[in-house]
Nanobody, 120 residues
Framework: QVQLVESGGGLVQPGGSLRLSCAGSGFVFSSYDMSWYRQAPGKERELVAAITKTGGSTNYADSVKGRFTISRDSAKNTGYLQMNSLKPEDTAVYYC?????????????WGQGTQVTVSS
């Protein structure tokens, strides 16, 4: 069964840290680019961070640069999002995404999401 499963969300105070994990199964994780998105209530889903299948390139939304770090361990079929200096505006459901571009189509996989709440 092809799936992505996120974990690590929760409630944290402003200034705190969380590490999200995204475990892939049923497909060749190392051949997919990986991203983290988030969606806050009443807002559209937005890209937070992305990493290539080799891990050689990353990019971040301006709002999280310098605070969040995306990484992956393909040997463990797992991706990570380390979130530091969290702010209330980081509160959202965070989704893991894996994408493989092929000649004539793109395969896109989504996890079920994990809630992150930043509040005192």
């Amino acid at each position: 069964q092809v799936q992505l499963v996120e974990s690590g969300g929760g409630l944290v105070q402003p200034g705190g840290s969380l590490r999200l994990s995204c475990a892939g199964s049923g497909f060749v994780f190392s051949s997919y680019d990986m991203s983290w998105y988030r969606q806050a209530p009443g807002k559209e889903r937005e890209l937070v961070a992305a990493i290539t299948k080799t891990g050689g390139s990353t990019n971040y939304a301006d709002s999280v640069k310098g605070r969040f770090t995306i990484s992956r361990d393909s040997a463990k079929n797992t991706g990570y999002l380390q979130m530091n200096s969290l702010k209330p505006e980081d509160t959202a459901v965070y989704y893991c995404n894996a994408r493989q571009r092929r000649i004539d189509h793109t395969i896109t996989l989504w996890g079920q999401g994990t809630q992150v709440t930043v509040s005192s």
